[in-house]
């Protein structure tokens, strides 16, 4: 039974399950229905494409490689321990949108944090904001047993802002934790947003 998380909450993965080392990182959302056009005709929803990444932070909070940011141009980490499902371009459909395998014992040591965002390619560009998305959420998922750990359902208001961050994996006293994050911000592409944490 997935524990479902609220903003701020934090949670151990690894205690009490030793054998956890794989794991997947779904990431979901759908876009707003359009109300209806003329007389009720034309309704239907707004194409939004969500871009999910995870940028793999050293001890300091730093991105120290370009490598170490895994998203749909650079699919696996050069350690082979995170691989990215690739990209999914309208949000449609059940489930997980765009997922994130990763292999817990293969982190190198000096990676401490896992920070999982989704922004929207081209925002500023289509005029788009996560206003016009919904229903998005982060989940973690045992790859042996497929039982679903953690759930985070976001479920502030984020119209203006044009990046997400739900939620983070990092290590604490030798241990894996996910935290809920579920902040957004107005960084217009994954490069501002790694820019940061340079």
Not at 55 to 75: H, T
Not at 95 to 106: A, F, T
Not at 124 to 136: E, L, P, S, T, Y
Request: with cysteine.
């Amino acid at each position: 039974m997935a524990i479902s998380l609220q903003k701020g909450q934090k949670i151990d993965l690894t205690k009490g399950r030793a054998g956890l080392s794989s794991i997947t990182v779904g990431l979901g959302w759908d876009p707003v229905k359009k109300s209806g056009g003329f007389f009720g005709f034309g309704g239907g929803s707004s194409n939004v494409d969500c871009d999910a990444s995870v940028m793999m932070l050293n001890e300091n909070g730093k991105l120290a490689d370009k490598k170490d940011l895994i998203y749909f141009g650079n699919k696996t980490s050069s350690c082979g321990s995170v691989q990215h499902s690739g990209d999914n371009l309208t949000g449609d459909g059940e489930g997980d949108d765009e997922q994130v395998k990763i292999d817990l014992s293969r982190i190198p040591s000096h990676i401490h944090r896992l920070v999982f965002v989704v922004n929207i390619y081209q925002a500023v560009q289509r005029k788009q904001d996560f206003g016009m998305i919904q229903n998005a959420f982060i989940r973690v998922v045992d790859n042996s047993s497929n039982a679903e750990l953690v759930h985070f359902n976001l479920t502030d208001d984020f119209s203006g802002l044009m990046a997400l961050v739900p939620g983070e994996i990092y290590r604490h006293n030798g241990e894996w934790k996910f935290s809920a994050v579920g902040d957004g911000t107005k960084d217009t592409s994954i490069s501002e947003i790694a820019n940061r944490y340079v």
